[in-house]
């Protein structure tokens, strides 16, 4: 079984990488297992001392879940064995870590996500999701 990484951030592109982790499954008969990762920037230093910890924790959980709802749902009854991941930082350097931390043997992830907040997968984090693993990177448009 192949296990593969999808960084999920609710944009399109992301949402078409789950689709064609499903297409390979229903076409090529692949199996694969999915863990989908959503990462949440940290919030800076002077921010995070005027707001409650747990403001802050509530607010990454409300964002990493708006974030991999439309994936989820795509997913739940396509019968692939998947996870969820929720971290924060910095987008491709917690992409490295997870890809470090557990068995991946491939990751399919879109090229542009949302910007600001919202935003996981720019075009400049597929880029330096490229440079730093060491495992195939398969990006979706």
Same mark, same amino acid.
Request: hydrophobic share 50%; aromatic share 4%.
């Given at each position: 079984?192949?296990?593969v990484?999808?960084?999920? =951030?609710? @944009?399109?592109?992301?949402?078409?990488?789950? !689709?064609? &982790?499903? %297409?390979?499954? /229903?076409?090529?008969?692949?199996? #694969?297992?999915?863990?989908?990762?959503?990462?949440?920037?940290?919030l800076?230093?002077a921010?995070?001392?005027?707001? =409650?910890? @747990?403001?802050?924790?509530?607010?990454?959980? !409300?964002q &990493?879940? %708006?974030?991999? /709802?439309?994936?989820?749902a795509? #997913?739940?009854?396509?019968?692939?064995?998947?996870?969820t991941?929720?971290?924060?930082?910095?987008?491709?350097?917690?992409?490295?870590?997870?890809?470090?931390?557990?068995?991946?043997?491939?990751?399919?992830?879109?090229?542009?996500?949302?910007?600001?907040v919202?935003?996981?997968?720019?075009?400049?984090?597929?880029?330096?999701?490229?440079?730093?693993?060491?495992?195939?990177?398969?990006?979706?448009?």
């Amino acid at each position: 079984m192949m296990r593969v990484l999808i960084p999920v =951030d609710g @944009s399109a592109p992301a949402v078409r990488a789950v !689709e064609y &982790a499903l %297409a390979l499954c /229903a076409q090529e008969g692949l199996a #694969l297992e999915l863990t989908l990762l959503n990462v949440q920037p940290a919030l800076s230093g002077a921010v995070a001392s005027f707001i =409650d910890k @747990s403001v802050i924790g509530e607010y990454h959980d !409300e964002q &990493a879940q %708006a974030a991999l /709802a439309e994936a989820l749902a795509k #997913l739940e009854h396509s019968g692939i064995p998947y996870t969820t991941e929720f971290r924060i930082g910095h987008h491709a350097d917690e992409i490295q870590a997870l890809v470090a931390d557990q068995p991946i043997d491939a990751i399919f992830m879109g090229t542009r996500g949302h910007g600001g907040v919202a935003g996981l997968l720019l075009g400049s984090v597929a880029n330096q999701v490229l440079s730093v693993v060491d495992v195939p990177v398969t990006l979706i448009k």
